[in-house]
């Protein structure tokens, strides 16, 4: 089956992009909006509504494949690719991928991604991580349809995985209504929460730690509180985004006895924090992930670090991983390019002992969430993020229910032969 047309069209995301080095200086906001210029290049405004370009891959026996090119959340930092804006990018698809992609026979996805993954301009720039990620969605589309299978069928043949797929354990993401969404979450039953988005280190943390701690004993007692069945004992992960470097002064014995009392007041719920650093680049990430991990794990506290900022390619995680810079890895789905890196990533996490966790970002579509939901029933992270947007409803839906169907699917051909 070969790929006749190529119909890249401007859509949005699932949330915004937020200038993170912006906010994480203390800027005051007005409702939704913060206020002040921003710092990351490529922001008009602080706060920008996400955007997407949406692929259409139109195959020569009538089918149609999808796929969305997004960006994460905060673009442009911690060694992430640039702004992505669909008007600037569109042009970049049409001169450079849609010529290697028309008439191309869909028969092996992974033969695929080694074509489009390394996709590049006459000047031997990359492709920006966004299109290679929504470039390759749509293939594993094609490939599946060209097959008459499901993705998940095609990525364990493709990559020799026996197909055992089982339900993930589903991270949701609060955003600011980190009070709200909490109570959303208990209600459903939510394996992971809340996140929290604790990104400003003086509002939502506080001198010492005491506003944040405050929060966690709160989402303790709120569990305990409207829980339904008492065997609900959901996991607490919270993304802080550096800010515990940031109130310590990058103090990692202070930020270890902080982790100390975090995990005695989250008891008996188990305690997970991703990014308590920032230390302005990679090496320094993997040594300081390092040492926090080493204090922590020789004091017994019950509390997994996860890995996030500057963990982006799959040599990031490949890195991290090697030198156990975390108990877990956020795989965040944009970042990585194409999605064969999503699986590789959580291949290498599993061969190395630690937790993947198959994240991504609230600004994503429907489309990337289905398909990486599809990816992941195959290679089986730990975890997997409920996306996109921050309103907990819509991600969890469209993640819970691909799920379910899917595994029902594979079960009802599974048991025919």
Known sequence: MRIEKVVPVKGVGGYFFDDQSAIKSGLSSDGFIYEGAPKTSGFMTVRMPSESICIALMLDNGDIALGDCCAVQYSGVG??????????????????????????????????????DSCTDSDGHPAHAAIRYGVTQALLDAVAKSRGCTMTEVVTHDYGIPLDPKPMKIYAQSGDERYMNVDKMILKQVDVMPHGL????????????DIFLEYVRWV?????????????????HFDVYGTFGIVFGNDFA?????????AETAAPFQLRVESPIDMGSRDGQVEGLKEICCIVEGKGIPVEIVADEWCNTLEDIEFFASEHAGHMIQIKTPDLGGI?????????????GLRAFQGGTCAETDISARVCTQVALAVQPYQILAKPGMGVDEGLMVVRNEMERTMKLLQLRMEQG
């Open 340 to 352: 064969n890196n999503t699986i590789e990533g959580v291949m290498i996490c599993k061969r190395t």
């Open 198 to 209: 604790i990104n400003d280190p003086f509002k939502k943390v506080g001198p010492g730690g």
């Open 220 to 236: 303790r007692e709120r569990i305990v509180a409207l829980r339904q069945d008492e065997n609900y004992t959901p996991e607490l």
């Open 254 to 262: 202070k930020i270890v006895d902080y982790l100390g009392k975090l």
């Open 79 to 116: 060694g992430r690719d640039r702004l992505f804006l669909a008007e600037a990018f569109i042009p970049w698809i049409n001169e450079h991928m849609r010529p290697k992609l028309l008439g191309f026979d869909c028969s092996s996805f992974k033969g695929a991604c080694e074509v489009f």
